[in-house]
C-alpha cells in the first residue's frame, strides 16, 4: 500500500531526494524517503526558500509513527504514513511549513530481460489454462494435447534406448510409467502437487536392491568411521544409525547421506595419516627453483657478462662469471640490503651488499628487459620473506581474477591465468612459479555448480605450486561467483569472514545482473572483494552507474561498528572486479576502425572514448578507485574459439545489435591513504577461447599490519593522544540544519562524537561549516609502531536526523613529525559531497619502527654511482636518497603524474608547531617523475614527502638542500643521523616569506552534475573541470598529458637551486670544496661501510598546542649549524 503513494520514494540517497526537491522549486514540495540511519525509520524532506529541512518519522514500541518536530509543539502519533502526511498537510503543526506539493516518484527504465542468462524456469502449476474459467471441459480438453505431446515425446525417445541389458522387471516398469502414469502425474502437478509420486515409486521399484544394499554397507561404514574418529558424546552414533535404518527416506537421501559418510572417512583417515608422517598436503613440497639470469655488470664504465643465480629456498644469490661456472661466490639473503630500480633506465638494478668489515657495496646490472629485472626483484622479494624470521608477514601477494565464462565449459588448462602470462603487463616465466597468498576468483555467466568450479581452481593451483590452497569464502548470485583461497599457513590469520549479493536485475530482483563480494580481516588489516556483473549495452552506462550505487549502497559487509560508512570506506584495501560492461563510446561505423587499431595496439586513443574513463574522469562512478594503465587489447567480444577475430554484429529478432570491441572485464582498487600497494601484472590471457571474454587478472603486494602486543606496561596509562583542530567542511548539499564530526578508528575503544559546528556560508547548493573546537582522541596503544599504521575514518553528521553528509580517511603517518595540514575529499554513496581541510597533530609513547619487508625494494636513480668513494660513512637512516619515488601517490603524485592534490587529498607539516621533534621545516614541492611502465604503481608509505603546488600553479621540482633540509623524510632513522648533518645556530634564523597556504581559503569542492540552483535570478555554480589522466572524448575531454621529468643536477647544483627567491646565505654557510661531501646524504647506494645500529632519540611528550594559528605568518625557517 505504501508503495503506490506518490510521495514515498523508498531507499533513495538523500543528496537525490535533494535533486528532486529542487527541480521542482515550490515552497512546500515534500517528499518520504526511508532513513539512511535508522532502520525502520523514515525522513520526510521539505522545501522551503531554496532550502531542503529533513525531519526524522521514528516508529514506538507499539509501530505508531511520530515526527521529530519543533520543541513546545506536542508529539502526535499515527498508524500509517498516509494519516501522518494528510496531519500536516495543515498549517502550524511544527514544521517549517505545511506540506502542499507531493513529488512524484520517477518512473526508472528497466533493463530488457535477457532469456540466455536467465535460470531454468520451473513448470507452472497449470500446464494450460482454458480462456474461458467458467468451462471446466473446455480446460480438460486444453490439457490434453499437452499430456499426448509429453507421452509421444518419451516413447519416441524410448524406442531409441537399448535395454536388452536391463532385466525385464525392469524394463516393464519404465514402459508402464511413460506410456500411462507419466499422464497421471502431470494430472497432479495441474492440481497442485508437483511431487510426481508415479515418478518417485519407478525409481523405489528400480532401486529396491540398492536399498538394501545401502542398509547393508550402513553398519560396516558406521564401525569403520569409530575407528578414525570417535564420536562426539554418547548419542552421536545411535543418530546416525537411525537415519540410514529408515528406508522410508527416498534413495537420494540415503546416497546423499552414504557419500558424506565415506568422504568423512576418507577425510579423517588422511589427515591422521598425513599428520603422523609430517605431510600438510603438498605445501613443505613447495619448492621454487633455482633461475638464473644474464646481465650485464657495469664498473668504471666497463661492461661485463655475468650469470645471477637466484636460490629462493637456500635464501643465496650467486654471482657467476659463466652460465655453468662455480658458484663459490654469493651473498646470504641478510648480507643483501637493499634492490633500487633505477628509473630512468627499466632494466637497470642496482643492488646493495653488505661485505666483511661492516662496509657496503654498490653493483649495477642491465638485464635483457623490464620483465627479467621484475622477475629477479619478485624472487628475492620472496626470499627475504621466507627467510626474514618474522612471525607475522608485513606484506602478502593478492592475485585478483575475473572472467565471464560466457555459460560455456572452462578448457582442461587454464593455468596461464593464475599465471598472469599472456597480454600485458604479464609476469616473466622466472616469476611464474611464486605462489601468491590469496587468489581471489571473480566469474560472470558461470555454468559449472560451486564445488565444480572450486575443484578445478584449486586442482590447477595446486598443479602450479603444488600447495594445497584452503577455500576461505564462497559467495553466489545465480551465475555470478567469487571464491577466495588462501595458502593453508595463513588459515589462523583470517578472521571475520564476511559474505553477501545485490541483485540489480530486472527491478532489481533479479539476479542476472548484480554483485557477490567476500570481506575478511588478515591479521590486523581489513579487505573487500566485490566481483559484479553490470547492465550490457553499449547505451546503458547511466544504468550501469545506478548498478554501482546500489551495490554500494546495499552490501552489507566488514565491521558493523563503522555504519556510517559503505564499503569505500571500510575497508584498508578493496578491489572491485567483474564484466563492468563499459563499452567504447563511438558510433557502430567506426568498427572497422577500431579494430584496425587494435592489430596496431594503439589502445590509448580508444581508451581515450572508454566509457568507464569517461565516467571516472567526470566522478560519476569509482571515485577515488585506481586502475593500473591498460596495456593490453579489449577483452570482448571475440569470436569464441579463436583470439585472431573481433565479432561485433549480432542478429536479433528486434534488428542487429552492435557490441564494439572493449575493455568490458576490469579490475580496480581502492586503499586507505599511506599504505603499501604495489601492482606487478594486470593483463589477459590469450588461450583460453571458450568465451567471448577473455579472462583477466592482476597481482597486487599489499601492506598488511599484525595484532599488536605493546611492550610497555599495560598498567600505565596510554601517553598517546590525536588531536583534530581548525577543521572545515564545506558540503554540497540545500539542509539547513547544524552538524558535526564523528571520529571511528580501530585504534579507539568506541567512536567519538564532536561538538556542533558553526554554519558560516550557505550560498548555491554549498554550506561551510567550522568546527572550532579542538578534539582529542586517545588511542588504545601509543606505540608509534602501531599508531602510525592506524587510520582515522570521520563522518559529518547533521543533527536533525543523524544522516551521514560525507564520509572520509585520514592517516596517522601523515602527522608522524610534527602538526600536519590536511585537505580530504568527502564522499557519500559514491559521490562527492564536499571537502574537509583541518589540521592533525600525533603524540606517541617511546619506541621504534621495525624495519618493513617491503622497503627492501626502492625506486630512485643512480645518481650516487658517481658519487661512491670508499670510506664513506653513514648512519642506517640514510638508507632512501631524496630522489627515490617508492610511491607516487604517497609522494603526491599518482602514476599518470597528476598530483594527489587533484584527487582531493593532500598534506602539508607546517613547521610552526612541532610536536616535540626538532624543528624541521621540510621544503615542500611536488615529484612528477617520468612514466615508467613497471615502476609507476607502487604505493608504499615509506616515503614522506608532502606536495603542495608552488606559486604559479605548476609542480616545484625537488633537489636535495642540505642548509634547508632534506627533500625525503626517511622515518625514525633520519633522527639517528641528525649528527652527521648541519643544524642552525640558535641566533641566527632565516626569514621566511609568508606561507600563501596560511591565507589560502578552505578548497571549494567540484560539484556534482545536478542542480542546486537556489532562485531562477541566480547562475548556478560552474562545475571545476574533471581530474587530469584519465582518456577524454571529443567533446572536452583531451588525451593524458605525462609531465616529463626534470633533469636533476648534481647534489651541490640542487643544494644551490633551492636558493631561488630564499635570502642569500652567509658566507661561512655556503658549501665550499671541502664541504662536498659532509653536505651529501647518504644511503646504502652511497656508502662503503654497513651502518651500525643506534638507537633513536626517543619521540618527546610534550603538551599540545591548544590551537594553531591560520593567519599569523609561520616561524622562520630554520637551518642547521654547523658541526
Same mark, same amino acid.
Given at each position: 500500500?505504501?508503495?503506490?503513494?506518490?510521495?514515498?520514494?523508498?531507499?533513495?540517497?538523500?543528496? #537525490?531526494?535533494?535533486?528532486?526537491?529542487?527541480?521542482?522549486?515550490? =515552497?512546500?514540495?515534500?517528499?518520504?524517503?526511508?532513513?539512511?540511519?535508522?532502520?525502520?525509520?523514515?525522513?520526510?524532506?521539505?522545501?522551503?526558500?531554496?532550502?531542503?529541512?529533513?525531519?526524522?518519522?521514528?516508529?514506538? /514500541?507499539?509501530?505508531?509513527?511520530?515526527?521529530?518536530?519543533?520543541?513546545?509543539?506536542? @508529539?502526535?502519533?499515527?498508524?500509517?504514513?498516509?494519516?501522518?502526511?494528510?496531519?500536516?498537510?495543515?498549517?502550524?503543526?511544527?514544521?517549517?511549513?505545511?506540506?502542499?506539493?507531493?513529488?512524484?516518484?520517477?518512473?526508472?527504465? /528497466? /533493463?530488457?530481460?535477457?532469456?540466455?542468462?536467465?535460470?531454468?524456469?520451473?513448470?507452472?502449476?497449470?500446464?494450460?489454462?482454458?480462456?474461458?474459467?467458467?468451462?471446466?471441459?473446455?480446460?480438460?480438453?486444453?490439457?490434453?494435447?499437452?499430456?499426448?505431446?509429453?507421452?509421444?515425446?518419451?516413447?519416441?525417445?524410448?524406442?531409441?534406448?537399448?535395454?536388452?541389458?536391463?532385466?525385464? !522387471?525392469?524394463?516393464?516398469?519404465?514402459?508402464?510409467?511413460?506410456?500411462?502414469?507419466?499422464?497421471?502425474?502431470?494430472?497432479?502437478?495441474?492440481?497442485?502437487?508437483?511431487?510426481?509420486?508415479?515418478?518417485?515409486?519407478?525409481?523405489?521399484?528400480?532401486?529396491?536392491?540398492?536399498?538394501?544394499?545401502?542398509?547393508?554397507?550402513?553398519?560396516?561404514?558406521?564401525?569403520?568411521?569409530?575407528?578414525?574418529? +570417535?564420536?562426539?558424546?554418547?548419542?552421536?552414533?545411535? $543418530?546416525?544409525?537411525?537415519?540410514?535404518?529408515?528406508? *522410508?527416506?527416498?534413495?537420494?537421501?540415503?546416497?546423499?547421506?552414504?557419500?558424506?559418510?565415506?568422504?568423512?572417512?576418507?577425510?579423517?583417515?588422511?589427515?591422521?595419516?598425513?599428520?603422523?608422517?609430517?605431510?600438510?598436503?603438498?605445501?613443505?613440497?613447495?619448492?621454487?627453483?633455482?633461475?638464473?639470469?644474464?646481465?650485464?655488470?657495469?664498473?668504471?664504465?666497463?661492461?661485463?657478462?655475468?650469470?645471477?643465480?637466484?636460490?629462493?629456498?637456500?635464501?643465496?644469490?650467486?654471482?657467476?662469471?659463466?652460465?655453468?661456472?662455480?658458484?663459490?661466490?654469493?651473498?646470504?639473503?641478510?648480507?643483501?640490503?637493499?634492490?633500487?630500480?633505477?628509473?630512468?633506465?627499466?632494466?637497470?638494478?642496482?643492488?646493495?651488499?653488505?661485505?666483511?668489515?661492516?662496509?657496503?657495496?654498490?653493483?649495477?646490472?642491465?638485464?635483457?628487459?623490464?620483465?627479467?629485472?621484475?622477475?629477479?626483484?619478485?624472487?628475492?622479494?620472496?626470499?627475504?620473506?621466507?627467510?626474514?624470521?618474522?612471525?607475522?608477514?608485513?606484506?602478502?601477494?593478492?592475485?585478483?581474477?575475473?572472467?565471464?565464462?560466457?555459460?560455456?565449459?572452462?578448457?582442461?588448462?587454464?593455468?596461464?591465468?593464475?599465471?598472469?602470462?599472456?597480454?600485458?603487463?604479464?609476469?616473466?616465466? *622466472?616469476?611464474?612459479?611464486?605462489?601468491?597468498?590469496?587468489?581471489?576468483?571473480?566469474?560472470?555467466?558461470?555454468?559449472?555448480?560451486?564445488?565444480?568450479?572450486?575443484?578445478?581452481?584449486?586442482?590447477?593451483?595446486?598443479?602450479?605450486?603444488?600447495?594445497?590452497?584452503?577455500?576461505?569464502?564462497?559467495?553466489?548470485?545465480?551465475?555470478?561467483?567469487?571464491?577466495?583461497?588462501?595458502?593453508?599457513?595463513?588459515?589462523?590469520?583470517?578472521?571475520?569472514?564476511?559474505?553477501?549479493?545485490?541483485?540489480?536485475?530486472?527491478?532489481?530482483?533479479?539476479?542476472?545482473?548484480?554483485?557477490?563480494?567476500?570481506?575478511?580481516?588478515?591479521?590486523?588489516?581489513?579487505?573487500?572483494?566485490?566481483?559484479?556483473?553490470?547492465?550490457?549495452?553499449?547505451?546503458?552506462?547511466?544504468?550501469?552507474?545506478?548498478?554501482?550505487?546500489?551495490?554500494?549502497?546495499?552490501?552489507?559487509?566488514?565491521?558493523?561498528?563503522?555504519?556510517?560508512?559503505?564499503?569505500?570506506?571500510?575497508?584498508?584495501?578493496?578491489?572491485?572486479?567483474?564484466?563492468?560492461?563499459?563499452?567504447?563510446?563511438?558510433?557502430?561505423?567506426?568498427?572497422?576502425?577500431?579494430?584496425?587499431?587494435?592489430?596496431?595496439?594503439?589502445?590509448?586513443? $580508444?581508451?581515450?572514448?572508454?566509457?568507464?574513463? #569517461?565516467?571516472?574522469?567526470?566522478?560519476?562512478?569509482?571515485?577515488?578507485?585506481?586502475?593500473?594503465?591498460?596495456?593490453?587489447?579489449?577483452?570482448?567480444?571475440?569470436?569464441?574459439?579463436?583470439?585472431?577475430?573481433?565479432?561485433?554484429?549480432?542478429?536479433?529478432?528486434?534488428?542487429?545489435?552492435?557490441?564494439?570491441?572493449?575493455?568490458?572485464?576490469?579490475?580496480?582498487?581502492?586503499?586507505?591513504?599511506?599504505?603499501?600497494?604495489?601492482?606487478?601484472?594486470?593483463?589477459?590471457?590469450?588461450?583460453?577461447?571458450?568465451?567471448?571474454?577473455?579472462?583477466?587478472?592482476?597481482?597486487?603486494?599489499?601492506?598488511?599490519?599484525?595484532?599488536?602486543?605493546?611492550?610497555?606496561?599495560?598498567?600505565?596509562?596510554?601517553?598517546?593522544?590525536?588531536?583534530?583542530?581548525?577543521?572545515?567542511?564545506?558540503?554540497?548539499?540545500?539542509?539547513?540544519?547544524?552538524?558535526?564530526?564523528?571520529?571511528?578508528?580501530?585504534?579507539?575503544?568506541?567512536?567519538?562524537?564532536?561538538?556542533?559546528?558553526?554554519?558560516?556560508?550557505?550560498?548555491?547548493?554549498?554550506?561551510?561549516?567550522?568546527?572550532?573546537?579542538?578534539?582529542?582522541?586517545? &588511542?588504545? @596503544?601509543?606505540?608509534? /609502531?602501531?599508531?602510525?599504521?592506524?587510520?582515522?575514518?570521520?563522518?559529518?553528521?547533521?543533527?536533525?536526523?543523524?544522516?551521514?553528509?560525507?564520509?572520509?580517511?585520514?592517516?596517522?603517518?601523515?602527522?608522524?613529525?610534527?602538526?600536519?595540514?590536511?585537505?580530504?575529499?568527502?564522499?557519500?554513496?559514491?559521490?562527492?559531497?564536499?571537502?574537509?581541510?583541518?589540521?592533525?597533530?600525533?603524540?606517541?609513547?617511546?619506541?621504534?619502527?621495525?624495519?618493513?619487508?617491503?622497503?627492501?625494494?626502492?625506486?630512485?636513480?643512480?645518481?650516487?654511482?658517481?658519487?661512491?668513494?670508499?670510506?664513506?660513512?653513514?648512519?642506517?637512516?640514510?638508507?632512501?636518497?631524496?630522489?627515490?619515488?617508492?610511491?607516487?601517490?604517497? %609522494?603526491?603524485?599518482?602514476?599518470?603524474?597528476?598530483?594527489?592534490?587533484?584527487?582531493?587529498?593532500?598534506?602539508?607539516?607546517?613547521?610552526?608547531?612541532?610536536?616535540?621533534?626538532?624543528?624541521?621545516? #621540510?621544503?615542500?614541492?611536488?615529484?612528477?617523475?617520468?612514466?615508467?611502465?613497471?615502476?609507476?604503481?607502487?604505493?608504499? &608509505?615509506?616515503?614522506?614527502?608532502?606536495?603542495?603546488?608552488?606559486? !604559479?600553479?605548476?609542480?616545484?621540482?625537488?633537489? =636535495?638542500?642540505?642548509?634547508?633540509?632534506? #627533500?625525503?623524510?626517511?622515518?625514525?632513522?633520519?633522527?639517528?643521523?641528525?649528527?652527521?648533518?648541519?643544524? &642552525?645556530?640558535?641566533?641566527?634564523?632565516? +626569514?621566511?616569506?609568508?606561507?600563501?597556504?596560511?591565507?589560502?581559503?578552505?578548497?571549494?569542492?567540484?560539484?556534482?552534475?545536478?542542480?542546486?540552483?537556489?532562485?531562477?535570478?541566480?547562475?548556478?555554480?560552474?562545475?571545476?573541470?574533471?581530474?587530469?589522466?584519465?582518456?577524454?572524448?571529443?567533446?572536452?575531454?583531451?588525451?593524458?598529458?605525462?609531465?616529463?621529468?626534470?633533469?636533476?643536477?648534481?647534489?651541490?647544483?640542487?643544494?644551490?637551486?633551492?636558493?631561488?627567491?630564499?635570502?642569500?646565505?652567509?658566507?661561512?654557510?655556503?658549501?665550499?670544496?671541502?664541504?662536498?661531501?659532509? %653536505?651529501?646524504?647518504?644511503?646504502?647506494?652511497?656508502?662503503?661501510?654497513?651502518?651500525?645500529?643506534?638507537?633513536?632519540?626517543?619521540?618527546?611528550?610534550?603538551?599540545?598546542?591548544?590551537?594553531?594559528?591560520?593567519? *599569523?605568518?609561520?616561524? +622562520?625557517?630554520?637551518?642547521?649549524?654547523?658541526?
Amino acid at each position: 500500500m505504501l508503495t503506490r503513494q506518490p510521495w514515498y520514494h523508498g531507499n533513495i540517497t538523500r543528496s #537525490m531526494a535533494e535533486d528532486l526537491l529542487s527541480k521542482e522549486g515550490k =515552497d512546500g514540495s515534500f517528499l518520504l524517503r526511508d532513513s539512511e540511519s535508522i532502520a525502520g525509520a523514515y525522513a520526510l524532506c521539505v522545501l522551503y526558500q531554496n532550502c531542503v529541512y529533513t525531519y526524522r518519522i521514528l516508529p514506538n /514500541e507499539d509501530k505508531k509513527l511520530s515526527v521529530q518536530a519543533s520543541e513546545g509543539v506536542p @508529539i502526535r502519533f499515527f498508524t500509517v504514513l498516509s494519516d501522518l502526511v494528510e496531519a500536516y498537510r495543515k498549517e502550524n503543526m511544527g514544521l517549517v511549513t505545511h506540506l502542499q506539493y507531493p513529488v512524484q516518484k520517477e518512473e526508472e527504465l /528497466e /533493463e530488457e530481460p535477457e532469456a540466455t542468462i536467465l535460470p531454468p524456469q520451473l513448470p507452472p502449476r497449470n500446464i494450460l489454462q482454458s480462456e474461458n474459467r467458467d468451462s471446466h471441459s473446455d480446460s480438460s480438453r486444453a490439457v490434453e494435447p499437452s499430456r499426448l505431446s509429453i507421452m509421444d515425446t518419451y516413447n519416441q525417445r524410448l524406442q531409441h534406448v537399448d535395454m536388452s541389458h536391463i532385466s525385464e !522387471d525392469h524394463q516393464k516398469a519404465i514402459q508402464d510409467y511413460f506410456c500411462s502414469a507419466v499422464s497421471l502425474d502431470a494430472e497432479q502437478v495441474q492440481n497442485g502437487n508437483p511431487t510426481l509420486p508415479n515418478l518417485k515409486q519407478l525409481l523405489m521399484t528400480i532401486c529396491k536392491g540398492l536399498n538394501s544394499e545401502i542398509s547393508r554397507s550402513i553398519p560396516t561404514l558406521e564401525a569403520l568411521l569409530k575407528v578414525v574418529e +570417535p564420536p562426539l558424546s554418547p548419542g552421536t552414533g545411535r $543418530l546416525r544409525g537411525q537415519v540410514f535404518a529408515d528406508t *522410508t527416506q527416498s534413495v537420494q537421501f540415503r546416497l546423499e547421506q552414504i557419500t558424506k559418510l565415506i568422504c568423512s572417512i576418507e577425510e579423517k583417515t588422511k589427515n591422521t595419516v598425513f599428520e603422523s608422517v609430517g605431510y600438510d598436503g603438498g605445501h613443505r613440497k613447495s619448492l621454487i627453483p633455482p633461475v638464473t639470469f644474464e646481465v650485464k655488470s657495469e664498473s668504471l664504465g666497463i661492461s661485463t657478462k655475468m650469470f645471477l643465480k637466484v636460490d629462493v629456498e637456500s635464501g643465496k644469490v650467486f654471482f657467476k662469471k659463466s652460465k655453468d661456472g662455480p658458484e663459490d661466490k654469493y651473498f646470504v639473503h641478510n648480507k643483501i640490503l637493499q634492490l633500487v630500480k633505477v628509473q630512468k633506465m627499466h632494466t637497470k638494478l642496482v643492488v646493495v651488499v653488505a661485505t666483511e668489515k661492516e662496509k657496503t657495496k654498490r653493483q649495477e646490472f642491465i638485464f635483457n628487459d623490464t620483465k627479467k629485472r621484475e622477475g629477479f626483484c619478485q624472487l628475492l622479494q620472496q626470499m627475504k620473506n621466507k627467510h626474514s624470521g618474522k612471525p607475522e608477514p608485513d606484506m602478502i601477494s593478492v592475485f585478483v581474477g575475473t572472467w565471464n565464462m560466457g555459460n560455456a565449459n572452462p578448457p582442461p588448462n587454464i593455468t596461464s591465468w593464475f599465471q598472469s602470462k599472456g597480454l600485458g603487463k604479464t609476469h616473466d616465466d *622466472t616469476a611464474s612459479q611464486i605462489p601468491h597468498d590469496i587468489y581471489v576468483v571473480g566469474t560472470q555467466e558461470d555454468p559449472l555448480g560451486e564445488k565444480e568450479w572450486v575443484d578445478i581452481v584449486k586442482t590447477t593451483l595446486r598443479d602450479i605450486t603444488n600447495i594445497s590452497f584452503k577455500q576461505v569464502a564462497t559467495q553466489t548470485l545465480w551465475n555470478i561467483r567469487i571464491i577466495v583461497l588462501a595458502k593453508p599457513e595463513h588459515e589462523n590469520r583470517i578472521s571475520h569472514i564476511f559474505c553477501d549479493s545485490v541483485k540489480t536485475g530486472i527491478a532489481n530482483a533479479l539476479g542476472n545482473k548484480g554483485a557477490v563480494a567476500v570481506s575478511f580481516m588478515f591479521n590486523g588489516t581489513s579487505f573487500g572483494f566485490v566481483n559484479s556483473h553490470l547492465t550490457s549495452g553499449s547505451e546503458k552506462k547511466i544504468r550501469r552507474n545506478q548498478n554501482y550505487v546500489n551495490i554500494l549502497r546495499f552490501l552489507c559487509l566488514g565491521d558493523k561498528k563503522v555504519n556510517p560508512f559503505d564499503i569505500t570506506c571500510r575497508f584498508t584495501h578493496l578491489f572491485w572486479l567483474g564484466d563492468l560492461n563499459y563499452r567504447l563510446d563511438l558510433p557502430t561505423t567506426e568498427a572497422e576502425n577500431i579494430v584496425t587499431k587494435i592489430k596496431q595496439q594503439q589502445y590509448q586513443e $580508444l581508451l581515450n572514448r572508454d566509457q568507464l574513463t #569517461m565516467e571516472r574522469a567526470e566522478e560519476n562512478v569509482f571515485l577515488n578507485y585506481e586502475e593500473e594503465e591498460i596495456t593490453f587489447p579489449p577483452t570482448y567480444r571475440f569470436e569464441r574459439d579463436t583470439r585472431d577475430k573481433y565479432v561485433y554484429t549480432k542478429a536479433k529478432a528486434t534488428g542487429t545489435k552492435y557490441n564494439l570491441p572493449s575493455w568490458c572485464d576490469r579490475v580496480l582498487r581502492k586503499s586507505y591513504p599511506m599504505v603499501h600497494v604495489t601492482c606487478h601484472s594486470y593483463g589477459c590471457t590469450n588461450d583460453i577461447m571458450t568465451s567471448d571474454h577473455s579472462p583477466v587478472f592482476g597481482t597486487f603486494d599489499v601492506g598488511v599490519t599484525s595484532q599488536f602486543v605493546s611492550k610497555n606496561d599495560p598498567t600505565k596509562v596510554s601517553e598517546g593522544a590525536i588531536s583534530f583542530m581548525n577543521c572545515v567542511a564545506t558540503l554540497m548539499t540545500k539542509s539547513k540544519t547544524k552538524f558535526y564530526i564523528e571520529y571511528h578508528s580501530s585504534c579507539l575503544e568506541k567512536f567519538v562524537k564532536g561538538p556542533d559546528g558553526e554554519n558560516q556560508e550557505n550560498t548555491e547548493g554549498f554550506i561551510k561549516v567550522r568546527f572550532g573546537s579542538q578534539v582529542e582522541l586517545k &588511542p588504545i @596503544i601509543a606505540d608509534p /609502531e602501531y599508531l602510525l599504521d592506524q587510520h582515522i575514518l570521520i563522518s559529518i553528521k547533521s543533527t536533525d536526523s543523524d544522516e551521514s553528509y560525507g564520509e572520509t580517511c585520514v592517516a596517522l603517518r601523515a602527522a608522524e613529525r610534527a602538526y600536519t595540514e590536511f585537505s580530504e575529499v568527502l564522499t557519500h554513496h559514491g559521490e562527492r559531497t564536499g571537502t574537509l581541510t583541518g589540521g592533525i597533530q600525533l603524540r606517541t609513547s617511546e619506541g621504534k619502527q621495525t624495519e618493513k619487508l617491503y622497503d627492501f625494494i626502492k625506486i630512485g636513480d643512480d645518481s650516487g654511482a658517481s658519487k661512491y668513494k670508499p670510506g664513506d660513512h653513514m648512519s642506517k637512516s640514510s638508507m632512501v636518497l631524496p630522489t627515490d619515488i617508492s610511491n607516487p601517490n604517497y %609522494l603526491s603524485v599518482d602514476y599518470r603524474g597528476c598530483s594527489q592534490s587533484e584527487k582531493g587529498r593532500s598534506f602539508s607539516p607546517r613547521a610552526g608547531a612541532s610536536s616535540g621533534h626538532g624543528v624541521k621545516d #621540510m621544503a615542500s614541492g611536488n615529484i612528477s617523475p617520468k612514466k615508467a611502465g613497471y615502476d609507476s604503481s607502487v604505493q608504499s &608509505p615509506t616515503g614522506k614527502a608532502f606536495s603542495p603546488t608552488s606559486e !604559479d600553479g605548476k609542480p616545484a621540482e625537488m633537489f =636535495d638542500n642540505p642548509l634547508y633540509g632534506s #627533500m625525503s623524510r626517511g622515518g625514525k632513522d633520519q633522527e639517528t643521523s641528525r649528527k652527521d648533518q648541519l643544524s &642552525p645556530p640558535e641566533h641566527f634564523p632565516f +626569514p621566511k616569506p609568508p606561507d600563501p597556504e596560511s591565507e589560502r581559503p578552505p578548497p571549494v569542492p567540484t560539484p556534482r552534475n545536478r542542480s542546486f540552483t537556489c532562485s531562477s535570478d541566480t547562475k548556478p555554480h560552474t562545475p571545476s573541470p574533471p581530474p587530469t589522466g584519465v582518456g577524454a572524448s571529443a567533446t572536452g575531454l583531451q588525451p593524458t598529458a605525462y609531465s616529463k621529468k626534470p633533469v636533476v643536477p648534481s647534489r651541490s647544483e640542487g643544494g644551490m637551486m633551492m636558493m631561488t627567491g630564499k635570502p642569500p646565505l652567509p658566507v661561512k654557510f655556503r658549501p665550499g670544496p671541502g664541504q662536498e661531501a659532509q %653536505l651529501k646524504p647518504r644511503d646504502y647506494r652511497d656508502s662503503s661501510e654497513l651502518p651500525c645500529k643506534l638507537k633513536p632519540p626517543a619521540r618527546p611528550s610534550h603538551p599540545l598546542p591548544k590551537d594553531v594559528p591560520h593567519e *599569523t605568518t609561520p616561524l +622562520p625557517k630554520a637551518g642547521r649549524p654547523l658541526k
